[in-house]
């Protein structure tokens, strides 16, 4: 399916990958084509995207889990719907099958571009929302539902799932910007878990490919860590949006 010399670009594409998680997020917006380029079905690409970044989401949750384990009980609210909807969502894309999910692979790829796009007015509507008093806020216990539907499209696709996850969060949990974005990562890491350990018995994981992308994602990520410092995460979040709709709009007109 891969040839040897695709390695080197399937490998370069997920340490690219791992590092714009680290700094911005969206990083499944260039290993998820390159995969796709090299031959691998879209499907199979998805999947096999999917468990070799896996590890990083270990490393997000681990770096917020003060922040995490202070909020037990939110936790266990929401990580079962985060639980069950990337398990449905991971079901679904399985039952779609190559032909269904090759077709909305373009859309799937600009709607995660659009999301990253508004990831920073998000964040600010967030900030406005938490400064805010008597802002009226639901019930903690509607925050499933939103995050359920999110889920079963983290379980689906899962590029620009952190945006949905934050923003259902702010409408419906009374908490600070910090403490929301370790839920976030929480139900990211659930979702992703989840679908992870369905896709193990699907059938389609490129094990091979799994494992070259998981060692250089972890570089990937360490590197992206290093030049947090070097780095406008702003400025790599537009350019990892521009590439998502060029990719989006070359598969659209290929198509």
């Known amino acids: 399916m891969i ?25 499944t917006l260039v290993s998820f084509p390159v995969l796709i380029a090299a031959g691998v079905p879209p499907v199979s690409s998805n999947i096999t995207n999917t468990v070799a970044l896996l590890p990083g989401y270990i490393g997000g949750t681990l770096a917020q ?21 990337g398990l449905l969502g991971g079901i679904l894309l399985v039952l779609s099958g190559e032909k269904v999910f090759g077709a909305i692979v373009p859309y799937l790829i600009l709607l995660a571009s659009l999301l990253l796009a508004v990831q920073d ?14 802002h009226g806020q639901v019930s903690e216990f509607w925050s499933t539902v939103p995050i ?8 689906y696709f899962g590029a620009g799932l952190s945006v949905i996850v934050l923003a259902a969060l702010g409408l419906t949990v009374d908490e600070s910007l910090t ?7 929480a ?3 659930s ?25 250089a994602a972890l570089v990937g990520g360490w590197l992206g860590g290093k030049l947090a410092g070097s780095i406008k995460p702003n400025q790599l979040r537009w350019l ?16």
């Open 3 to 27: 040839e040897g010399w695709e390695y080197f670009f399937v490998a370069l594409a997920a340490a690219v990958a791992g590092a714009i998680n680290a700094l911005a997020g969206g990083g």
């Open 65 to 85: 889990w003060n922040d995490i384990k202070a909020q037990a009980k939110r936790l266990w609210l929401i990580l079962p719907a985060s639980v069950v909807g």
């Open 121 to 134: 007015p998000v964040r600010a509507w967030l900030i406005r929302r938490a400064a805010e008093k008597g």
């Open 148 to 155: 359920g539907l999110a889920s079963v499209y983290g379980g």
């Open 179 to 185: 403490k929301l974005n370790a839920l976030k990562q």
């Open 187 to 189: 139900v990211s890491f």
């Open 191 to 215: 979702v992703n878990v989840a679908a992870a350990v369905f896709f193990l018995f699907s059938g389609y994981v490129v094990w091979e490919v799994v494992l070259v992308m998981a060692v």
């Open 240 to 255: 990892v949006v521009s590439i998502g709709v060029v990719v989006g709009i070359i598969y659209l007109v290929r198509g």
